[in-house]
C-alpha cells in the first residue's frame, strides 16, 4: 500500500528481529518508537538518531537535508504530562529534526515485510529511495529473529558528477557512554555501549551503526557542550563542511556518533549505500511481576539472539555479509504474498498484521522458545503469558514457522497443565514459576487441543503428537474431570453447562453456541488424533460424544436466525453454586455479563478453525448459513455514527466495522451484557469475515475485511498497528487464515497429501505454507502449478476442486506417473523442490 500527505501522519513500520524488539519507521522517514530494550516504548526517541543526505555540486554550492518529510503531528507539542520546558505549548521536539532542513514530497510504499520512502524535492539533484528491512523467511526463524534494522538507500542522480554523502546518525542510549570505531576492511562501524556495565549485568546493552563503505566518514562523538551544542556543530559540519573522527578518552552521556557514505554519482548509473543499525540488549528479566532469587536480585534469562550473537557488532556485520541472500529471500516471501490475486484489502490486512511478530508484543527466550504478550502498552506488555484464548486465533505463526508454533504447544504442557488436565491459559516467566491463579479458560483450552492437531497436520510430526497424546487427552478430559469445580461438561453428554471462563474476560453460565463449538471442534479433533494412533477406545470415546454434543446444539441453540446462548438470566442459582456473587445483579435481579440472545461474533468461531484445519461440520450446514445472513445483518455496521458503544472505541463516526454482539429488535437484551459488547476488534472481526469467505459469502466478508482497513488508512490510524487490548495486538494475525480460506488449502503431512480449491473462479495465485515447505498455487487455464520456494514436498496426493481429467504431470520438469480419481491425483513416489505442473 502506498502512503502520501496526511496518510503518512500515523505510519510507523516496525524493523526488528523475532523476538529483538523493533525500531519503528516513521510516515516521514523518522526513527521512532525505539522498542530494544526488553519492553515497549511507545513514542520514543533517542536523541537526534536520524539518516542525513548531501549534494555537493562540482562548482563547490551544496545543498544538505534530513531524510525525511514534513513533521505531521501537533504542532503545538505533544502532551507529555511534563512541568519542564518541552511538551504541549513547546512545539514538536527539537530531536524530531523537523526543524533542519528536509523533503517536501514523500512516498511511503509500505510492503511488509519491506518499506520503501521515496524522497523528492525541487532544490535536490536527486530521487532517493530509502528501503528498509529485516530478514523474514518463512520456515527460517533464526535469520527472522536478527536485532536489527536494515537500510538501502538508493540515489538516482538528475545531474552528472554530484558527489553524495548520506551519513546515520544515532544517540548512545546507555549511561556513562562510549562509542567506539570498530576496524573492518570492508565497512565503517561504530559502536556504542556503557563503560560502567558488564555484559551479565540486567542492564547491559550495546548497538552499532554499520555502513558498507569502508572509506566513508565517521564520528565517534558529537561535539560535547551544552544547549544544543552537539547537533549545531554536526550540522554545521555536515552541511558546510566534512565529517572528521572526534574521538574523547572519557565516556560521556548520551553521545552520539555517526557513520557514512559517499560517492560521486551521475545519471547514468543510480547509487546504492546500506547501512545496518544493530543492538544488544542481552539480558531480560519479569518486570511485570517480578521474581527474585536468594539475593533479592532479579532472575535473569537471555534472550535468544544473544544465544546467536555474541553482540552488535558480530550481528550487524552479519547481516552485511549475507545482505544478499537475507533481502532475496525476504523479497521472494514478499513477492509471494503480495502478488496474490485477491482483494487488495485482504493483502493489506495478512501482511500489516504479519508486523506483530517484530515487534515488543513478541519475545524469544533462552532457549528460543516463543512467547507472546496479548499486546503492549505504552512502556510495558499488555497481559501476559502467550494468552489461550488470544493466541488462539493468530494463525500467521503456525504456518510461516511452525517450530515456534509447536513450541508453544510444548510449554503448554510441560508448564500450564496440571495432573487433572487444567490449563493455565497464561505462561509465567521465568518458565516454571507460580501462575496467576485464575478460573481455566474454556475457549483457550480446547484450541489447544485444535491447534496440536492443526500443528501435527501441517508438519507430519507424528512422533511429536504421540509424545503428548496423554497431555491432549488429559486436557480434553478436564471437561468432566471430577477435579473441574467450574463442572464444564460434569454429565458428559457434550454439552457446556457450567461456569465457562472465556476471552472476553468473564464467565458464561449455561451452553453458549461459541463455546460449544469450540468443545465440539476439540473432541473431533482428538477423536481424529485417536484414530490414527490407534487407541479406538478413546476414538469411540470422543466420537460418541461429539455426536451428542452436536445433535443437542442443533436442536436447541438455534433460534431460527442464528446461534445464541441458552441461560435463565433470572436464575441466581448459578452464582450461588459458584460462589461468584459478582455475576448477580440485585437491582434488577438479573445475571451479569451474559450474551443471552445476543447476536454474537463468534457464535460459530468453531466452525472457522475446522474449515481451515479440514475437521468438516461443527454445526448444521444449513443452520450456520443462514445465521450467516443474519449476523451480516445485524453484526455488520456500514457506519457507526448512531450507534451506541460505551466500550473501548475502536471504530467511530461513518466507520464501519462488526460488532462483538447485536441484539435485533424483539430480543431480550440483558441489562448489563457480555463485556465489549458494543466494541469492534480486528481480530473477532477477521475470524467473522474468513468464515463467511468460507462458507460461500464472499462479498459479505470482503466488506468486513475492507471495514477494517479503511480504519487503518495512515491517516486516522497506524496500518501495523490494529489495537485491541493495547498495540500490535496478536489476535488481528487471524487475518492470515484468509489465505487458506480463499485458497481452499488442505493439508494433511501425516499422509503426504495436499490439497486446493479456490473460492475464486478463473486465473488465480495465492502462497501456501507447510511445515516442511512453501510457495504459489498458480491457476492458469489448463494448468495448475505447485512452485516451492524453500523445502521440498514429498507428497502421495494432490486434491484439486473440479479437477477436469489430467493429461499430463511433471514433477521438477519431469514427467511422473499417477492415477486420478474425480478431483484426487494418487502420487508414486514423488519428491518435488522446485514445480509441480498438472496440465488438464
Not at 8 to 31: D, E, H, R, S, Y
Not at 683 to 706: K, P, T
Not at 805 to 834: H, P, W, Y
Request: proline letters at 4%; a negative charge.
Amino acid at each position: 500500500m502506498k502512503y502520501r500527505t496526511n496518510h503518512l501522519k500515523n505510519v510507523i513500520f516496525p524493523l526488528g528481529g523475532i523476538g529483538t524488539g523493533c525500531i519503528g519507521l516513521a510516515g516521514n522517514g523518522a526513527l521512532v518508537d525505539w522498542e530494544i530494550f526488553n519492553r515497549p516504548n511507545k513514542g520514543s526517541l533517542n536523541g537526534y538518531s536520524h539518516f542525513a543526505i548531501k549534494a555537493e555540486f562540482p562548482d563547490g554550492k551544496s545543498v544538505a537535508k534530513v531524510l525525511q518529510g514534513d513533521y505531521l503531528d501537533n504542532l503545538i507539542g505533544k502532551y507529555e504530562k511534563s512541568t519542564g520546558h518541552y511538551g504541549y505549548g513547546y512545539g514538536p521536539s527539537s530531536k524530531t529534526m523537523s526543524g533542519f532542513p528536509h523533503f517536501k514530497n514523500v512516498l511511503f510504499d509500505g510492503t511488509f515485510p519491506i518499506a520503501k520512502i521515496t524522497f523528492t524535492d525541487s532544490d535536490f539533484p536527486a530521487k532517493v529511495t530509502l528501503t528498509a528491512f529485516n530478514p523474514f523467511i518463512p520456515l527460517d526463524a533464526d535469520n527472522s529473529s536478527i536485532p536489527s534494522a536494515l537500510f538501502e538507500i538508493n540515489i538516482k542522480s538528475f545531474v552528472d558528477n554530484v558527489k553524495y554523502t548520506v551519513v546515520l546518525s544515532v544517540c548512545n542510549p546507555f549511561e556513562s557512554s562510549i562509542n567506539t570505531k570498530i576496524p573492518h576492511s570492508q565497512y565503517t562501524a561504530v559502536q556504542m555501549k556503557s563503560s560502567t556495565k558488564k555484559q551479565t549485568d540486567k542492564d547491559y546493552g550495546d548497538l552499532t551503526i554499520a555502513t558498507d563503505c569502508n572509506h566513508g566518514p565517521y564520528q565517534e562523538y558529537w561535539y560535547r557542550g551544552d544547549w544544543q551544542d552537539p547537533v549545531t556543530t554536526f550540522w554545521r559540519e555536515f552541511s558546510d563542511g566534512t565529517i572528521d573522527n572526534r574521538h574523547f578518552d572519557s565516556p560521556g552521556n548520551a553521545d552520539t556518533c555517526s557513520v557514512g557514505a559517499n560517492a560521486i554519482v551521475n545519471t547514468s548509473a543510480d547509487k546504492v549505500f546500506r547501512f545496518a543499525l544493530s543492538w544488544n540488549v542481552p539480558n531480560n528479566y519479569n518486570y511485570w511481576t517480578p521474581s527474585k532469587n536468594e539475593n533479592e536480585d532479579d532472575i535473569l534469562w537471555k534472550n535468544y539472539y544473544a544465544t546467536l550473537f555474541s553482540d552488535s557488532v558480530e550481528s550487524g556485520i552479519y547481516c552485511l555479509n549475507n545482505w544478499n541472500t537475507l533481502f532475496k529471500k525476504t523479497k521472494r516471501f514478499c513477492r509471494s504474498l503480495h502478488s496474490c490475486t485477491l482483494d487488495k484489502s485482504v493483502i493489506d490486512a495478512i501482511s500489516s498484521t504479519l508486523s506483530v511478530l517484530k515487534t515488543p508484543t513478541v519475545l524469544r527466550l533462552q532457549d528460543g522458545t516463543f512467547y507472546g504478550w496479548e499486546g503492549t502498552a505504552e512502556l510495558t506488555g499488555s497481559c501476559e503469558g502467550t494468552c489461550t484464548h488470544v493466541w488462539s486465533y493468530a494463525y500467521a505463526l503456525c504456518f510461516l514457522f511452525p517450530n515456534l508454533e509447536q513450541s508453544l504447544r510444548n510449554t503448554e504442557f510441560q508448564y500450564n497443565t496440571d495432573i487433572n488436565g487444567r490449563m493455565y491459559f497464561r505462561t509465567a516467566l521465568p518458565l516454571g514459576s507460580d501462575h496467576v491463579i485464575q478460573p481455566p479458560c474454556v475457549d483457550g483450552q480446547m484450541a489447544t487441543i485444535i491447534k496440536i492437531y492443526r500443528d501435527w497436520k501441517l508438519t507430519g510430526d507424528s512422533d511429536w503428537l504421540r509424545e503428548n497424546w496423554d497431555n491432549i487427552k488429559k486436557v480434553l478430559e478436564y471437561a468432566w474431570n471430577s477435579h473441574n469445580d467450574y463442572e464444564w461438561d460434569k454429565d458428559k453428554d457434550g454439552v457446556l453447562e457450567g461456569r465457562q471462563h472465556h476471552t472476553l474476560d468473564m464467565e458464561l453460565f449455561g451452553p453458549s453456541s461459541w463455546l460449544q463449538g469450540m468443545y465440539l471442534c476439540a473432541l473431533k479433533a482428538a477423536a481424529e488424533i485417536a484414530d490414527y494412533l490407534g487407541d479406538e477406545n478413546k476414538k469411540s470415546e470422543y466420537t460418541s460424544i461429539f455426536k451428542n454434543g452436536y445433535e443437542w446444539t442443533k436442536e436447541n441453540l438455534f433460534n431460527g436466525k442464528y446461534f445464541f446462548h441458552k441461560v435463565d438470566l433470572q436464575n441466581k442459582a448459578y452464582t450461588e453454586h459458584f460462589n461468584c456473587a459478582t455475576y448477580w445483579n440485585e437491582e434488577k435481579g438479573q445475571l451479569k455479563y451474559q450474551i443471552g440472545d445476543g447476536c454474537e461474533i463468534d457464535q460459530m468461531l468453531g466452525q472457522w478453525h475446522a474449515n481451515i484445519c479440514g475437521l468438516g461440520d461443527i454445526f448444521d450446514r444449513k443452520q450456520r448459513k443462514i445465521a450467516l445472513q443474519n449476523m451480516v445483518k445485524n453484526n455488520f455496521k456500514r457506519s457507526l455514527r448512531n450507534f451506541t458503544n460505551m466500550w473501548r472505541v475502536f471504530a467511530l463516526n461513518d466507520e464501519g466495522g462488526a460488532v462483538m454482539c447485536d441484539y435485533p429488535e424483539g430480543c431480550d437484551k440483558p441489562i448489563i451484557p457480555i463485556p465489549y459488547c458494543e466494541e469492534c476488534m480486528t481480530g473477532f472481526e477477521y475470524s467473522f469475515a474468513g468464515l463467511l469467505i468460507s462458507e460461500g459469502f464472499i462479498a459479505e466478508g470482503l466488506d468486513v475485511v475492507r471495514a477494517i482497513r479503511d480504519r487503518y488508512d495512515g491517516e486516522k490510524r497506524n496500518p501495523w498497528n490494529e489495537i485491541e487490548c493495547g498495540n500490535n495486538y496478536a489476535r488481528p494475525m487471524a487475518s492470515f487464515a484468509l489465505l487458506p480460506i480463499f485458497s481452499g488449502f488442505e493439508f494433511n503431512m501425516p499422509k503426504k497429501h495436499m490439497g486446493f480449491s479456490p473460492v475464486l473462479s478463473g486465473d488465480f495465485k495465492c502462497m501456501w505454507n507447510l511445515g516442511c515447505a512453501w510457495g504459489d498455487f498458480i491457476v492458469t487455464e489448463n494448468k495448475y502449478r505447485i512452485t516451492i520456494a524453500d523445502g521440498n514436498l514429498d507428497l502421495k496426493s494432490i486434491a484439486i476442486g473440479n479437477l477436469n481429467l489430467v493429461k499430463r504431470l511433471r514433477v521438477d520438469g519431469k514427467e511422473c506417473s499417477f492415477t486420478q480419481s474425480d478431483n484426487m491425483i494418487f502420487l508414486e513416489n514423488t519428491k518435488a523442490k522446485k514445480e509441480i505442473l498438472i496440465e488438464v
